[in-house]
């Protein structure tokens, strides 16, 4: 008897191992341990200002209490000011909490003053840090600076490229003209950060592609503090990246998003749309102007195979759509790559049957969207959550290029 209940207890032990050992393979039926939330700022350039000013107000907000479950992280890499683009600065990963009602800032990594925040590698060592310390996370990223959603990097200045070989001036990354005109857009491809070089601005800056690829985590969510990201472009770039991506597809006011209440994205349960409902709230009771939405990545592929279907039904009524067309538009200054997606396939002929089937994936697709009447003279009339690349009104040059999105890939809006 004694021997039979042996074999039986070591039966039950080896199942029990086994069971383990499955277990252990698969990360993904154990809990994971924190909840991060990454604050990403490249902020050498003119923002710099207004960015520190969005670090303050996160500062005196509901911060986590240090040891918890909940972890608030900011890298900042800032210039002393709008203007002082030559003295160069270190940047910094820090965690913020609130050890018995004080502010605790604890720094976990520095990165030199050679090194810029729109260089990939920087993005990713950044990130892979974060892991390190705190890996099997649920992780959320908030990005913050200048952008231009899909458009290359360069582009949307002068796309004039500049790439220094000499001994004397070096750089591993193109640089770009920086336009620092008061009378357009402060906008660029995700970054721009200034370089001096005799005398001369350029910027650093870094295509979705090349951020896409930095990102070493899947996220919860991305939320774009920066101009003109979104467009479904963006979204697609980004959905096996991300659960949920917010951004706007005009630009964001130089204040950018209303960090009062942080703690909405630090919770068990991140509400991103209440974050989202937070910022346009904050503007729309001031009068001003903002645009917000926020994408569900799971429905992108449904919202994909509809447009590609419309695409191709309606080929030619989007090929004669130009900038006179009266197609919904989210651009100022004639940079007209950026308009809405609904309305595009409106204005190209789709009949009531598939104009609903539109609806139908974009109201799957999006949780959360809201738009002032009119962004910085811009009237909307028109509000689908996303905005898109007109081929017809834009510049043939890009084609190119964006046949190597994946959105386009996707849906072959550009043969």
Aim: aromatic letters at 12%; a negative charge.
């Amino acid at each position: 008897m004694r021997n039979n209940k042996a074999v039986i207890l070591l039966c039950i032990f080896l199942a029990a191992m086994l069971c383990g050992c499955t277990k252990e393979s698969d990360r993904s039926s154990y809990p994971r341990k924190d909840f991060v939330m990454v604050y990403y700022c490249a902020g050498f350039n003119d923002l710099s200002s207004s960015i520190k000013g969005n670090l303050e107000v996160m500062k005196g907000g509901n911060l986590p209490v240090k040891d918890s479950k909940h972890k608030l992280l900011v890298y900042t890499h800032f210039s002393r000011t709008d203007s002082d683009f030559k003295t160069l600065t270190p940047s910094h990963l820090v965690e913020l909490s609130k050890n018995y009602g004080t502010l605790r800032a604890d720094t976990l990594l520095t990165i030199d003053e050679t090194r810029y925040a729109t260089d990939p590698a920087v993005m990713r060592e950044v990130l892979e840090k974060v892991q390190a310390l705190y890996p099997d996370s649920h992780y959320g990223l908030v990005v913050s600076s200048h952008a231009t959603g899909w458009l290359p990097a360069g582009k949307y200045s002068s796309g004039n490229v500049v790439q220094f070989t000499s001994r004397k001036h070096t750089n591993a990354l193109p640089l770009y003209r920086y336009n620092d005109n008061p009378d357009e857009p402060r906008v660029k491809t995700f970054g721009a950060e200034v370089k001096i070089i005799d005398e001369k601005k350029y910027s650093q800056e870094m295509s979705i592609q090349s951020m896409a690829a930095a990102i070493p985590m899947h996220l919860d969510y991305l939320l774009f503090d920066a101009c003109l990201m979104g467009g479904i472009e963006v979204a697609y770039e980004f959905k096996d990246i991300a659960d949920k991506v917010a951004f706007s597809p005009t630009e964001v006011l130089a204040d950018g998003f209303d960090y009062s209440d942080i703690s909405t994205l630090l919770g068990d349960t991140p509400n991103i749309e209440g974050f989202c409902k937070l910022y346009f709230d904050h503007y729309d009771k001031l009068g001003s102007h903002a645009t917000i939405s926020v994408t569900e990545s799971a429905a992108l592929p449904a919202l994909a195979q509809t447009c590609k279907t419309l695409f191709d039904k309606y080929r030619s009524g989007i090929a004669a759509l130009n900038t006179y067309s009266g197609v919904q538009p989210y651009f100022r200054s004639g940079h007209h790559w950026f308009y809405d997606l609904q309305d595009v396939i409106a204005k190209a002929g789709a009949s009531s049957e598939d104009m609903t089937l539109l609806q139908n994936a974009l109201d799957a697709c999006i949780s959360y969207k809201a738009a002032t009447p009119q962004f910085l003279g811009i009237q909307i009339n028109t509000y689908s959550g996303l905005s898109m690349y007109l081929p017809g009104a834009g510049d043939s040059g890009l084609d190119t290029f964006y046949k190597t999105l994946a959105w386009n890939k996707a849906t072959n809006l550009v043969e």
